[in-house]
């Protein structure tokens, strides 16, 4: 029995060895300027409302504005960039636009003397983000081979986290170091964005030949019909669930509601992030191994238990325990999604197939935090939570339902 286990566990870990050997370059590379970016991000977003309404005099109305119209435009964005890089076979460039803007608006943050200063900032940075997501996802399956698709998105996935927690961790530092200095952290938060230009500007190779064997497409109807009908039911499915997921903003308060102390609520978004980190890359890799269906579906499942838990929170320890399965729910769920979409659909589509499922998840996204508030101060936070769960046992009635068909 005891060889039996350490041959089962050697085993696995050679399988990680080998599937890690096999993961190309360029996906390294995406994962790590995906890390630096985030970290940019991530330091600027925990603090940027505060510094909106201590520093500039924002109201929270001002603070939720500027927030939707920077992710409704990014949103939108993402359809065309994912479409131009089909037609002009472009990946690199677009991802290199996008990146690059968002750095280069940055400063503006720091020298911002009002909201509307924020707003231009927050604007540019979000379009940037439009401009480049699509093709980096795109590219991400340009250069894998389908049978790693699942352990190279979860581990682009997981390097991106690690930014994500980092973050915020470093611009807590800088405020406990130096006060509340916040330009000092928008000037400290564009030397990661820098380097995550330089890094994928001149690291990233994009596969010119193997590319070229594809048509040119641009948008019209014989496009997307031939995204097919698998892709499309994932885009109902995607929207349908992200119509009850709504924003963190709504867990921390509820967070803070329960017990957790102010100065501790940032650091169960760090929770958060690390488990996501953690349970990315393996159940990435697992599905490879046992397909996507049912991990897509169990994630799925796993937000709304995680989401009836928040309705009927009652102490601070549960906080944390419901945090870190909103982690592994987020582990288990985006990475399969984007490997899915790129084994669905054809190599020459790619582009528009994740600009058109972004654009369907941003959309429901920001419809999702408008009804999430409105139940929220109307009826009772339970509502808003219950509803989000709802969402999210149907979305998934409807995966698996449409698969059997």
């Not at 600027?44 to 909106?52: E, G, K, T």
């Not at 509307?116 to 540019?124: C, E, H, K, N, S």
């Not at 397909?291 to 989401?307: H, I, K, N």
Request: glycine share 8%; aromatic share 12%.
């Amino acid at each position: 029995m005891r060889k039996s286990c350490n041959y089962y566990y050697s085993t696995i870990k050679v399988v990680k060895h080998q599937t890690l050997h096999n993961i190309p370059r360029n996906v390294w590379i995406l994962g790590f300027v995906s890390l630096l970016t985030d970290i940019s991000t991530k330091m600027i977003d925990a603090i940027l409302p505060l510094f909106l309404v201590s520093t500039l005099g924002a109201n929270l109305l001002t603070v939720g504005f500027i927030e939707g119209i920077a992710e409704s435009t990014a949103s939108v964005l993402k359809v065309f960039s994912g479409i131009l890089s089909d037609y002009f076979r472009q990946r690199k460039q677009l991802a290199v636009l996008g990146y690059g803007l968002s750095t280069l608006v940055k400063p503006l943050f720091a020298i911002a003397t009002s909201p509307a200063w924020v707003l231009i900032a927050r604007f540019g940075d979000r379009v940037g983000k439009g401009i480049r997501v699509a093709p980096r996802d795109a590219l991400v399956a340009d250069v894998t081979n389908k049978a790693n698709l699942g352990a190279a998105y979860g581990l682009r996935q997981s390097l991106d986290t690690i930014g994500a927690f980092t973050g915020p961790i470093v611009a807590f530092i800088l405020i406990s170091v130096f006060g509340q200095n916040f330009q000092l952290v928008f000037w400290v938060a564009l030397i990661p964005s820098i380097f995550a230009v330089v890094l994928l500007a001149v690291f990233i190779h994009e596969p010119k030949k193997e590319f070229e064997q594809t048509q040119k497409n641009f948008l019209d109807r014989d496009s997307l019909k031939n995204l097919g009908k698998e892709y499309w039911t994932l885009v109902a499915v995607s929207f349908l669930f992200n119509l009850g997921n709504s924003s963190d903003a709504f867990l921390l308060l509820q967070a803070q509601q329960v017990g957790v102390s102010a100065a501790l609520v940032p650091l169960t978004i760090v929770v958060m992030n690390i488990t996501y980190f953690l349970s990315a890359y393996p159940v990435g890799l697992l599905s490879d191994r046992i397909g996507r269906l049912g991990l897509l579906a169990s994630g799925f499942f796993l937000y709304a238990l995680t989401y009836l838990g928040f309705a009927f929170i009652s102490a601070s320890w549960q906080v944390w325990v419901l945090f870190t399965l909103y982690g592994l729910y987020q582990g288990m769920s985006k990475g399969i999604l984007s490997a899915m979409i790129a084994q669905t659909v054809p190599s020459n589509l790619r582009g528009t197939a994740f600009g058109f499922i972004n654009l369907a998840i941003g959309v429901a996204l920001l419809i999702a935090s408008i009804l999430a508030g409105s139940l929220w101060e109307l009826l009772t936070p339970k509502a808003a939570f219950v509803t989000g769960s709802v969402f999210a046992v149907v979305a998934t009635g409807l995966l698996l339902g449409s698969r059997r068909r």
